[in-house]
């Protein structure tokens, strides 16, 4: 017996939790660093960043709590994307090169503006928060996979004090790029990792 069709199916439900879209996101990330680029940081708000995006407000803040997390965004991922924790070959070589492109990209006009942006800044602010949670944690999380490969590998002692090392690593980097009494380059990133292995030798 032939079945009878339906000429008037029912169209099903749609689904539910759309996948957020790469394309859009990579959109967002492309407009906050033009404004960056063009206008320096007031230039990056909610409204401007959906606006040259060409998506809605809701899309920017489906990632982003605040403009401030959009720029340093913008800032994160301007560049080459991070040295991953699991590179081949040395972790201190690796070390070596995540502080390099840490100068390396404070070095690009929208590095400068978002230093500049965080100089006047108060400390509970959200954009030192911006900063602190989205850009020097996340650089410290790397650089704590790389030294803890480096212990594993027997390219620095064992018994160290992640957090001291930590500190004494990136804590330089960051207080140049803050006071601006010298300049931050790879000369200096590479002298402050040498003077700090000293330390952290076998």
Do not use: C
């Not at 079945?3 to 879209?21: E, Y």
């Not at 906050?32 to 040259?52: D, Q």
């Not at 160290?160 to 690593?169: F, N, S, T």
Request: aromatic share 4%; net charge positive; hydrophobic share 50%.
């Amino acid at each position: 017996m032939r079945r009878r069709v339906n000429p008037h199916p029912v169209p099903a439900p749609p689904r539910r939790g759309r996948p957020r879209s790469a394309a859009a996101r990579e959109a967002v990330l492309r407009a906050a660093r033009e404004l960056l680029a063009a206008g320096g940081p007031a230039a990056v708000t909610m409204e401007a960043v959906a606006a040259r995006a060409g998506v809605g407000k809701p899309t920017v803040y489906r990632w982003w709590p605040d403009r401030h997390a959009v720029a340093m965004a913008a800032l994160m991922e301007a560049d080459a994307p991070p040295v991953p924790r699991a590179a081949p070959g040395s972790a201190v070589a690796a070390l070596r090169r995540q502080l390099r492109a840490i100068a390396e990209r404070f070095a690009t006009p929208i590095g400068r503006h978002v230093t500049t942006m965080i100089a006047a800044a108060g400390t509970e602010t959200e954009v030192s928060k911006a900063f602190r949670n989205h850009f020097v944690l996340a650089r410290r999380s790397e650089g704590r996979a790389l030294l803890e490969r480096a212990v594993r590998d027997g390219e620095v002692r064992r018994g160290l004090d992640l957090d001291v090392a930590l500190d004494l690593l990136y804590g330089p980097l960051f207080f140049r790029l803050l006071v601006g009494h010298a300049p931050l380059d790879a000369r200096f990133t590479d002298r402050v990792l040498g003077l700090v292995l000293r330390g952290l030798a076998r």
